[in-house]
Structures are given as C-alpha cells and as structure tokens.
C-alpha cells in the first residue's frame, strides 16, 4: 500500500514569512495527525483529525498555526507568520479510528526559519 | 499534561552487547506503544502493549508492560549497528487514539 506522503521535503524561510505543509494520508485512514518534532525530543502533537473535524488542537499555538482537512482525506497545516522557534521536522501520521490503532508517518518536511 | 520520561536519553554501545531502555510516567494508559525513528524518516510501530504485565518478543526485542500499567520497558539482546536509531515510545491519552510521545533514547551501536 502507499505510505504517508508530505511536501515539501524541506523549506527554508526568513522569519516573520508564511509556510504551507501538505499532507495525503493513507487510503481508508480516518484519523489524520500533524506532530511537530524539533532537533533531539520526541514528536509534539499539534493537531488531530478524525475525518474533516477537530478531535484535538489543544497544542496547537492558534495565533500563528492553521490546519485544515476540508475534505477528509488530505490536509494543509500552515504557520503565518513563522518564528525562529517554529524550526523543526513536521510530521504527518494518520490511523484507523479504533483505539491502539497503529500510526503510519509521512518522512515529515523539515522546516528551518532564519 | 501527561508525561512520558525515557531513560537514558542517550546509549552508545558495542555491537553484541545488551541492553534495556525505560519508559515511565505516573499516569496508567490503556495501552502503549514503541516505535523506532531513522534519521530522515518517520517514526515506525514496533509493538503494542495493552495487558498490565505483558511481554512481547519480536527477534532480538522483548517489551514489557509495568504491572500497573504506568512504565515499559524494550530490552535488545545481542544489538546490532541495524538497531541503531531513537526509539519512542508513546500513550494514548483519552482512548481516541489521541498519542502523546516520549522524550525518546537514541541508540548507537558501533560495529
């Protein structure tokens, strides 16, 4: 089966600038996650999806990020306007609803903010 | 916020030798999973446990769930420079599927 597809692979940006991170799940995969992972730690949930709405967004900074999954299959997170400590690889997951339900990853776009 | 503390952060070691990596918190989750991540890639399922006091094996990786349901932990026998990479582990926090990962261990095993 295909896997978790992202782009871009990588982005460079200045500061204060806009970026937009794309996400295709895997076929028949319900749930959609973004996870942000910076240099050396475990990933960071942002935002969970369960077809086209919200299960949790509870950390993600409202004020700059935005995600979106209009119609339940592929999803856009987008960060507006970026800051020095946005610098981080994003990753994309998505699962099957039920419960223990295995999460499948994109390779995640790398993001650096200058 | 739940926390999910791995120990060490860190592991370099020769190849053959053994070894065991922790996952702790003070909460009790349902089930737990671990996954491993190479450099450049996403993270990858590994294993997951679900019944307090279960051990898993797969090849040379054996996982224990903490009786309590609170703690695991991945033991790797005779590691190879193929394992080498940062293992995860992670809880689901409200029964949605809702996963929250841990600080994670990197692991080098030099041939």
């Known amino acids: 089966e295909a896997g978790v597809a992202q782009s871009p692979r990588y982005k460079i940006i200045e500061k204060r600038q806009s970026v937009a991170f794309w996400c295709n799940p895997i076929?028949?995969?319900?749930?959609l996650y973004w996870y942000q992972q910076i240099l050396g730690q475990g990933p960071k949930l942002l935002i969970q999806?369960?077809?086209?709405?919200?299960?949790?967004d509870s950390q993600l900074p409202k004020d700059r990020f935005s995600a979106e999954r209009l119609k339940g299959v592929d999803s856009t997170l987008k960060i507006q306007p970026a800051k020095l400590e946005d610098s981080a690889v994003y990753l994309c997951?998505?699962?099957?609803?039920?419960?223990?339900?295995?999460?499948?990853f994109g390779n995640g776009t790398r993001l650096t903010v200058t | 916020t739940q926390l999910l503390e791995q120990s060490p952060q860190f592991l370099s070691i020769q190849e053959g030798e053994n070894l065991t990596v922790y996952c702790n918190s003070s909460?009790?989750?349902?089930?737990l999973q671990w996954y491993r991540q190479e450099p450049g890639e996403g993270p990858v399922l590994l294993v997951t446990?679900?019944?307090?006091?279960e051990v898993k094996k797969l090849k040379r990786l054996t996982f224990q769930f903490g009786d309590a349901r609170k703690d695991s932990s991945l033991h790797i026998t005779a590691a190879q420079p193929g394992d080498t990479g940062l293992y995860l582990c992670?809880?689901?926090?409200?029964?949605?599927?809702?996963?929250?990962f841990g600080t994670g261990t990197r692991l080098t095993v030099i041939p």
């Open positions: 997951a998505s699962s099957f609803v039920q419960s223990n339900s295995p999460l499948h």
């Open positions: 076929s028949g995969h319900a749930t």
């Open positions: 999806f369960q077809n086209n709405g919200v299960v949790d």
């Open positions: 909460s009790v989750f349902s089930s």
């Open positions: 446990v679900v019944t307090g006091g």
């Open positions: 992670a809880a689901d926090q409200t029964g949605a599927n809702n996963l929250f």
